[in-house]
C-alpha cells in the first residue's frame, strides 16, 4: 500500500481532485487532537490519498497549518501530490518550494490548465526548473486525470525525492540537523524541516525540541546562526528572500510579459463590482439572503414531514407499549430525543448544500473579504459573517459553519456570540408578547429585540477579544478562484459526509438531554406522574421541573415573573418554541385566550424584559449539544454562564429603566 | 433601449414594498412575502441594474444576482408544493421574487449579455 498526501493552497480544486481520484471510496474524521476534517480515500486499492488541509504555506499559525505541518513532521508518504493553480502560479508555488525544501517525492498537478495560456513547452521549463514530474489537469472539465493516474502510480514504484538547496542557507540547515541527530527522541520527525522551522524561528517548533537534552546546545548555535542571517538577509527571514527569488525567476522564464492569465470573464465582471469600494456590499447582501432562504424557507417543509412522522411513530410506540411508564420514555424522552435531531438533518442539508456551492462557485473565498473590514472594528474576522448572518435562522447549522475558519481562536469568538443572532425559534414568544401588549407597534418592538440581539454580539466579541484571546484577529489571506459551477457530485458528497458527522456526535448529548427533560417533567417528589403530564397543568405543578420553575422564581421576582413564567423559560432549554406552548399548558388556555391571561400576569415592561431575557439566555439543547462538539465542555458551560449573567443583567437594566419612564 | 433601468426601477420598488409590508403589515397582495431581508435584496440588485449606466459588470452582476434570486423562489416554490401535496399547510404561490428572477433571465436573453462574457 502505497500512501500519497494530497496537498494545496485553499480553493485550487484539491477537494474535487480527491474525489474524482477516489470515487466513493472516502472515509472522513477529524486529525487527532482538533476537529478539522480528516480525508482519506483510496484508488486501484494499493494506493492511499491523505486529503490534507488547503494551505498557502508550510508555517504553524492556523489550526489546519498546523495539522499540515505534524502531518510532514511525523509522515513520509511515498508520495506527495501538490495540487496547483495554473492562473495564479507565481502564488502557489512558494508552497511548493517548501515542500521541495523538505525533501519529497513530490508530482505536480497543474490545475485549471483549460483557463490559462500555459502551452507544453513552458511546462517543460518549469519541470526542469523544479527536476519534478508536472501532470496538467482540468478537474472541473475531467482532463488530465488519468495521466495523473499513471504518473502517481510510476512516482510511487520509481521514487524521486528531490531536495531543493539554497547555497546560502544549505550549510546552516546541515549544521542544525547535525544536533538534532544526537536526540534519540526526535528521530521519528523530519529532521529537515525541524531545521528549516527552527532557522525560521517558528515558535511552535522551538517547544518541540525545547525540552529535549540537546537544547543548550542547538539554542546557542541558533544564536549564532541567526546572527550571521540577520546580517546577510537585513534582519527579514532568510527562506523567504530565497523562495520569492526563486519564484521571480520562474515567473521571468514560464510567464509572457510578467502575465499569465488576463480576459474578461464572468469573474473579471462580478469582481469589478464586489471589489468596488462599498458598491460590494450591494452584492453580498442578496447574496446571504439566498442561502438564507434556501437553508431555512426550503428545507421547512421537510423539517415539517420529518417532525410528522416522529409524532406519528411516537404516538404508534404509546399505542403498543402497555406499560405507561416504559411508553413516555420510549415515545416521550428517546424517540423525542432523537426526533429533535433528526428534524434538524433537512435543514443542514440545505445549509451544506448551499455552502458547499459557495464553496464550489468561488463565491465563499469573497464574501468574508468585504465583510472583513466592518467586523475586524468588533474583533471578529471576514469569515465570522455566514455563521452570524445563519444565526438569524437557526444557531445550530450557524455554529457549524464557523469551521470554515480556520484561526482557532477566531472560530471560538464566533461561536461564543454566535447564541445571541436570535434564532427564528424564538420569533414565536416575541410574537406572543409583542401582539399581545404592543399591538400598534409589532414590527418595530421585534426590529429592536433583534438589534440588541446583534448589537450585544458585537459588543462582547470586541470585549472577548481583548480579555480573553488579547490578540487581532488572523489577517485574511486569500486566494480567489475563479468562478463557475460546481459539479452536484462534489456538493452532495460533501454534505453527506458533514452530515453523518453530525448525526454521530451531536445526536449522543442531545439525546441525553432530551431523556433528562423528560425524567424531570415526568417525575416528581410523588414519583411517576403519568403521561397525562404534557397536556394537564395540575400535573405539570408536581413535576420536578414545576419545582425547579419555583425555586429559580425567587430569583426572578424582581421581575414579577412566577413559577408558571420561570417554568416556561425551562422548558425553553429544550427548544424555544417551548416558552410558548408551555406558557399555554401551564396557564391552562391557549389561542386569543393566551395573548389576554399574559396581561394578568405581565405588565409591558416586564413583558418586553421577558422578551429580552428569552432572546439572550441559554440557548436550545441542540445549539449546546453542537457547542460541546465544536469547542469541548469547558466553552459549552462559558457560553451558559455569560449568557444567563447576561440576560438577566440586561433585562433588569430594561426593567428599571423602563419602570422608571413608563410607570 | 435603457431597459436596465426600468429593471432597476422595478426592482427597487418591489424591494421597498416587501420591506414595508415586512415592517407594517400593510395590505399588500399575496405577491408580496413581507421578507425584510428579501426586501432589502431586491433593492440592492435594483441600485446596481441602475448603476448599469457606469459599466457593463454593474448589469451583469445584477442580473447573475436576480436569475439567483428567481432560482432560490423556484426551488422554495418547488419545495413548498411537496409540502402542500402531502398535506400540510404551504401555499405554492408565484411572489415578486420568482416573477423578478424571470425578468432577468428574459433580459439575459434580449440584450444577450452573455456575448459580453467571453468565457
Redesign the interface.
Known sequence: MYEIALIGNPNVGKSSLFNLLTGENVYIGNWPGVTVEKKEGYFDNNYKIIDLPGVYSLSTGAIDEKVTMEYFLKNKPDLVVNIVDATTLDRNLYLTLQLLEMGNNLLMALNKIDLCKLDYKKIKELENILNIKIVPISVKKKVGIEDLKKMIKELCKNKNYVILKYPKLEKYIEEIIDILKEDQNLKEYNLRLLAIKLLENDDYIINIVKDTDIWNKLEKKLNKINEELKKEYNGKNPFEVERLKLIKKIKEIVYDNNEIYVEKDLTYHIDEVLFNGYYGILVVVPLLWMLFTFTFTASKPFMDIIETLINIFSNFIKEIVTNKFLASLLADGIIGGVGAVLVFIPLLLFLYIGISFYEGTGLLARIPILADMYLRKFGLPGKAIIPLILGFGCNVPAILAARTIENEKDRILTIIINPLCSCSARLPIYVLFASAFFSKNQGLVILSLYTLGISLALILSKIFRIVLFKEEPEELTYELPNYHIPSFREIFVNTWERIKHFLRKAGTIILFGSILVWFLTVFGPSGFLGEDVFKNPELIKMSFSAKIGEFLSVIFSPFGWGWKETTALFYGLMAKELVVSSLGILYGVSGDKLLNILTKYFTPVSAYAYMVFTLIYVPCLATLGVIKQELGLKWTIFVMLYLIVLAYFVSLTIFIIGNLIFC | MMIYIILGAIYILAGILDILK????YPLPKLFLG?I??G???L??G??YI?GHK????I??AN??GI??GI?SL??LI??F??YI?G?K?EPTINIYLILGFLSILYFYKEKISK????
Do not use: Q, R, W
Not at chain 2, 22 to 25: H, I, K, Q
Not at chain 2, 55 to 58: A, G, K, L, M
Not at chain 2, 116 to 119: A, D, H, L, R
Open positions: 415586512g415592517l407594517f403589515n421578507d431581508f428579501g432589502i435584496s431586491l440592492c440588485i441600485i446596481l448603476l459599466n457593463d459588470s454593474f451583469i452582476t447573475t444576482l439567483g434570486v432560490i426551488i422554495v419545495s413548498y411537496i409540502g402531502l400540510f404551504y459580453n462574457i467571453k468565457k
